[in-house]
């Protein structure tokens, strides 16, 4: 099948890959959780506390841009657990395993969370991917891109730029993010879905064996990644 994905790419750009869930809680859960995975889940592990645990509950309860933020980290072998109050999060270490190790990974995390009991309602998952496309020239950089942008009169060739789009997929905001630099291109990519918890398992293992397609065609189909 001629548009069939590839399991792994032989030159592997990718510099991070996280999948977040945040979640509505009966309360804080980042002094349970932790010895909860840490229980669950089997290997040689490390926990530390987070400098942002350091700011007192209240002030983190009533400011919006730390109610989600992790406080406990996790270390394991290829993976590390962010556990915040309201959040829980599973970010990759490099080398990258591969999405169906993630997947499985992330699929156990989620289990795990339901199984404790502590979730009310999540609000949002998501997964996020940044790349590193090396070049140094920047006419290469728009390239690699497949980028075509017109302001006025002016068109997009070998100067600096930043693209943000946010595209409506199937219950999904895909988001692409593209920052060139000298030597830099970013892709982000932030997934979105609101729905209760019950659902959400129930919809989330549906439709697992497709969730990659939108992921990797966003990812990679833009860019013609020199292999």
Same mark, same amino acid.
């Given at each position: 099948?001629?548009?069939? #994905?590839?399991?792994? *790419?032989? /030159?592997?750009? $990718?510099? @991070?890959?996280?999948?977040?869930?945040?979640?509505?809680?009966?309360?804080?859960?980042?002094?349970?959780?932790?010895?909860?995975?840490?229980?669950?889940?089997?290997?040689?592990?490390?926990?530390?506390?987070l400098p942002q645990?350091?700011?007192?509950?209240?002030?983190?309860?009533?400011?919006?841009?730390?109610?989600?933020?992790?406080?406990?980290?996790?270390?394991?072998q290829n993976y590390?657990?962010?556990?915040?109050?309201?959040?829980?999060?599973?970010?990759?270490?490099?080398?990258?395993?591969?999405?169906?190790?993630?997947?499985?990974?992330?699929?156990? #995390?989620?289990?795990? *969370?339901? /199984?404790?009991? $502590?979730? @009310?309602?999540?609000?949002?998952?998501?997964?996020?991917?940044?790349?590193?496309?090396?070049?140094?020239?920047?006419?290469?950089?728009?390239?690699?891109?497949?980028?075509?942008l017109r302001i006025?009169?002016?068109?997009?060739?070998?100067?600096?730029?930043?693209?943000?789009?946010?595209?409506?997929?199937?219950?999904?905001?895909?988001?692409?993010?593209?920052?060139?630099?000298?030597?830099?291109?970013?892709?982000?990519?932030?997934?979105?879905?609101?729905?209760?918890?019950?659902?959400?398992?129930?919809?989330?293992?549906?439709?697992?064996?497709?969730?990659?397609?939108?992921?990797?065609?966003?990812?990679?189909?833009?860019?013609?990644?020199?292999?």
């Amino acid at each position: 099948m001629a548009n069939t #994905l590839p399991k792994r *790419l032989r /030159k592997e750009p $990718l510099l @991070d890959a996280l999948f977040e869930c945040r979640f509505n809680a009966h309360f804080p859960v980042s002094n349970i959780l932790p010895g909860i995975l840490f229980s669950e889940f089997e290997g040689e592990k490390q926990l530390e506390r987070l400098p942002q645990s350091e700011i007192p509950e209240v002030i983190r309860k009533s400011d919006p841009n730390l109610q989600y933020v992790p406080l406990v980290r996790i270390r394991f072998q290829n993976y590390s657990f962010l556990v915040g109050d309201r959040s829980v999060a599973v970010a990759c270490h490099l080398p990258y395993k591969g999405w169906d190790d993630f997947k499985a990974t992330i699929i156990k #995390l989620i289990g795990v *969370l339901k /199984k404790s009991g $502590l979730v @009310d309602k999540v609000l949002r998952y998501s997964t996020k991917y940044v790349d590193l496309i090396h070049s140094n020239d920047p006419a290469d950089q728009v390239g690699l891109a497949n980028l075509s942008l017109r302001i006025g009169s002016h068109n997009l060739t070998n100067e600096s730029y930043q693209v943000r789009m946010e595209i409506p997929v199937e219950g999904f905001i895909n988001v692409i993010q593209i920052i060139s630099g000298t030597k830099v291109g970013f892709y982000l990519f932030l997934f979105k879905l609101s729905i209760h918890f019950g659902d959400f398992m129930r919809t989330y293992l549906g439709i697992m064996s497709s969730y990659r397609q939108p992921n990797s065609t966003l990812q990679r189909t833009p860019l013609t990644i020199r292999r």
